[in-house]
């Protein structure tokens, strides 16, 4: 096979991966970028896509069951609904092929080669890859390391049989009567929480003293609320201590240092991701690294000159959105423009039930600054709430005392994932709280909760 010599290599296109290719490729930039699995990496294929195919398919289905339940004050009767798990999963799957194919396809436009193959480095501007017909050598003047990150596995409660991650738990076509899901963080609870709404008795094992510990106690409150509506059972300061020898029973050891053992059909085991750094040959180069991460600048340029490193390789926060902003920024470094990491926040949003935002700093963190202004405004007061019956939440505006530049927004309630774009522009922007609470919010929209948060810092509310 013909060696091939480039511009830019990028390695797995995933997020990260696939927005570099495509922008270097708009730029005019000879660009390969090497997949070992499917375009989409984690997010499009196991991650972000499907499982919120499933949270929503999940949602439909409990709403059906409140509204059949006659309980639901709307005046709506109808039957009992049925769900039929593997035509869900199938549904899930079309959405993901299409994405796919949406990615090859614009991978194909801006004229980027696509090697299928998994990669290996011999030195630093040579890579071998693997494919179906043979070995293709690569030679590039710039590599942009992309490889993602895998599910961490328990060494007492290795994957296999009952004991799955969320790639699995993403295919299931039953639903497990009983599912323990080891880990209250973003994958546990969203997935858990679709999995209750589906019919399984869902008990979550968290060892922090409480679910999703990376926000803050004000806003998981709602969340935490809704799961033992839900039935969900959650132990905290509880870990996971393996499987008990006859099978199909979880052990857990709780705080007070006694064992339980919870029967389950599946074990999800959701207990963070780490770095892809092993098996494409990061011992022929010299990288710094951060921890488990590869160590990089705020060029995303690693310790060795002309390789790169973007996405959840380089650490927390492992969002898509990062990775994609990463990738956009060293294309264009690839291409010789001056550009550097100079992003105020990189929102974050849980898509739990209800869901939560999280843009810029909490109040403990913006208070160790200095004097801050906090407004608070609760959706049972917003009227586009009440007619969703979305009432449990609020929006959370954090600013400075003095010149009331705005340092965070945040938000639990149910849709507010759709605020996160005006919550991340308004922080981009260096907004003060006069901007947000000056600018006309349409009526009625949970949006103008935003607003009335920002009213509320400055005494100036309205509707409460
Ligand atoms: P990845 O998406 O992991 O892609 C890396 C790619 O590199 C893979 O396709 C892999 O096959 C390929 N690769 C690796 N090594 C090689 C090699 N040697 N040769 C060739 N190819 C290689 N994030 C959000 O922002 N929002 C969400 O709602 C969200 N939901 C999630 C839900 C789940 C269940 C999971 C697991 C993750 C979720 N994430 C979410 C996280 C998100 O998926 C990741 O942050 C994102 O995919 C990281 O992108 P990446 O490009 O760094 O790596
Ligand atoms: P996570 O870090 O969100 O949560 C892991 C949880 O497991 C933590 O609460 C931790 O305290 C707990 N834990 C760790 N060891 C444990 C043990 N032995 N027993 C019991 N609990 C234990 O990790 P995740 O849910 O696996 O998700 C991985 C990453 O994927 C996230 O950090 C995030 O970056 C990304 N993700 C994002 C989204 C989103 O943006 N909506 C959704 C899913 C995943």
């Not at 991978?107 to 071998?128: M, S, W």
Request: glycine fraction near 12%.
């Amino acid at each position: 096979m013909k060696d091939i010599s480039c511009k830019l290599l990028v390695i797995g296109a995933g997020p990260g991966g696939y927005v570099c290719a495509i922008r270097a490729g708009q730029l005019g930039i000879d660009t390969v970028i090497v997949e070992a699995k499917k375009p989409g990496g984690t997010c499009l294929n196991v991650g972000c896509i499907p499982s919120k195919a499933l949270i929503h398919a999940a949602e439909e289905y409990d709403r059906i069951v409140h509204l059949a339940s006659g309980r639901n004050g709307l005046g709506i009767r109808t039957a009992k609904p049925e769900i039929d798990l593997s035509q869900t999963i199938a549904w899930k799957d079309t959405i993901v092929g299409r994405l796919n194919t949406g990615v090859s396809s614009l991978l194909k436009r801006a004229k980027v080669k696509v090697v299928n193959g998994h990669a290996r480095f011999r030195d630093g501007k040579t890579v071998e890859v693997e494919t179906e017909t043979g070995r293709q050598v690569i030679r590039a003047e710039n590599v942009v390391i992309a490889t993602g990150s895998a599910p961490v596995e328990l060494p007492n409660l290795p994957f296999g049989g009952s004991v799955i991650s969320s790639t699995e738990a993403l295919s299931l076509t039953e639903i497990p009567e009983r599912l323990a899901v080891v880990g209250g963080g973003y994958i546990g609870l969203e997935l858990g929480t679709a999995f209750a709404k589906m019919g399984a008795k869902v008990t979550v094992v968290e060892a922090q003293a409480r679910i999703l510990p990376q926000y803050d106690a004000e806003l998981t409150r709602p969340v935490l609320k809704k799961l033992q509506a839900l039935g969900i059972e959650v132990m905290t300061r509880a870990k996971a201590k393996g499987l008990a020898k006859a099978g199909g029973t979880l052990l857990v050891e709780t705080e007070s240092g006694s064992e339980v053992s919870l029967a389950a059909d599946r074990i999800l085991v959701t207990v963070g991701r780490r770095p892809v750094t092993q098996g494409w040959g990061m011992e022929e180069l010299v990288l710094d690294m951060d921890g488990p991460f590869i160590r990089i600048d705020e060029r995303c340029q690693t310790s060795m000159r002309g390789i790169y490193a973007i996405g959840d390789v380089t650490g927390e926060p492992m969002l898509a959105h990062r990775a994609m902003a990463q990738g956009e920024m060293v294309a264009e470094i690839v291409a010789g423009h001056r550009r550097v990491w100079d992003k105020r926040a990189i929102p974050a949003v849980c898509f739990t039930d209800p869901e939560i935002v999280a843009v810029g700093l909490t109040p403990e963190e913006a208070q160790k600054m200095g004097e801050v202004r906090i407004g608070h405004f609760p959706f049972s007061a917003n009227g586009r709430a009440m007619t969703k019956l979305g009432e449990e939440g609020f929006v959370r505006v954090v600013a400075r005392a003095d010149n009331h530049l705005v340092l965070g927004i945040h938000a639990v309630g149910q849709g507010v994932s759709e605020l996160s774009a005006a919550f991340g522009l308004a922080l981009e922007m260096g907004a003060r709280i006069e901007d947000i609470a000056g600018t006309i919010h349409s009526h009625p929209t949970q949006g103008e909760a935003f607003q009335e948060a920002a009213l509320k810092t400055l005494g100036r509310e309205l509707h409460i």
